[in-house]
């Protein structure tokens, strides 16, 4: 279709048009460059018939280009792309929704550790109050264990420790009324509760300071050996038991297996002999 002789390839190379009438087969007095300007492309010129396939792509161009320039956009189209953006939206909000489930969830863990982490802290002050607490109470409890206190709140001496009558004296003899109160001096242990001829009922306590006491004549016993006892702990009461003449106390003092002066002993462990 496309020949030199028929058809231009191109309308730009359409060949020039040359009057039959006004050929001559040479120039006739016209420059060429102003032949050229004259010249006018003939698929521009009336009547000019391009061929298919020029013509389809002129077509198309055209189409093109006006559709660009007004034509609305086909329903399909604008409802596929509506849909493309809807979806597009959608997929960003599950996102973002995701991405706030996460640092909710986040957050929630945080808290609960950070609640965690203050409860065990408060657990442990608590703890540590607690402790702090019973080592107090315990060194008091100790302390007060430790302290010592009178064997009988009111008494008369009656005998001294020391030579007695031709004999030996082995402790203090505290004139008081039968059924008066006994206490143990400190926290000790109960190593003889019962009846021992002639100290008739007796009681002895071991302190923890190794010191063995004994209490004679009670006309009633109310501990038993092994017994661990605290101080003012009541250990029986005053009586008139044994070889004994009249109600009182028969009071010794042991230490290291030794009888020893009830006396200074009890001033040195701070108990106020006399009334
Ligand atoms: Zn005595």
Redesign the pocket.
């Known amino acids: 279709m496309c020949g030199p002789r028929q058809v231009p390839c191109h309308p730009y190379e359409v060949p020039p048009v040359v009057s039959s009438r006004s050929y001559t087969g040479r120039h006739v007095g016209r420059h060429r460059s102003q032949q050229r300007r004259a010249r006018v492309p003939r698929a521009l010129s009336p009547g000019f018939v391009l061929p298919t396939s020029a013509a389809a792509a002129l077509v198309v161009t055209a189409t093109g280009a006006s559709m660009a320039e007004s034509a609305p956009q086909p329903l399909e189209f604008a409802s596929s792309q509506t849909a493309l953006v809807r979806s597009q939206q959608a997929a960003d909000d599950q996102l973002a929704s995701d991405l706030a489930a996460r640092r909710q969830d986040a957050s929630i863990q945080s808290a609960a550790f950070q609640g965690r982490t203050e409860a065990q802290a408060r657990a442990a002050r608590s703890a540590q109050r607690k402790a702090a607490a019973a080592a107090k109470a315990k060194a008091e409890a100790e302390k007060r264990a430790k302290k010592w206190v009178r064997p009988i709140h009111i008494w008369n001496i009656t005998?001294g420790f020391g030579a007695r009558w031709g004999t030996h004296?082995d402790?203090?003899?505290l004139a008081a009324p039968t059924g008066t109160p006994l206490y143990a001096l400190s926290k000790g242990t109960v190593l003889k509760a019962g009846w021992e001829d002639s100290f008739g009922n007796k009681v002895a306590v071991q302190y923890w300071d190794g010191s063995v006491i004994w209490y004679?004549h009670m006309s009633r016993i109310d501990v038993q050996a092994g017994e661990t006892v605290l101080p003012g702990e009541q250990v029986g009461l005053v009586g008139n038991t044994g070889h004994s003449f009249g109600s009182?106390l028969?009071f010794e003092v042991q230490v290291n297996g030794e009888n020893i002066d009830p006396a200074p002993f009890m001033a040195e462990v701070g108990i106020q002999l006399g009334q």
Request: glycine share 24%.
């Open positions: 005998s004296h402790g203090l003899d004679g009182h028969h």
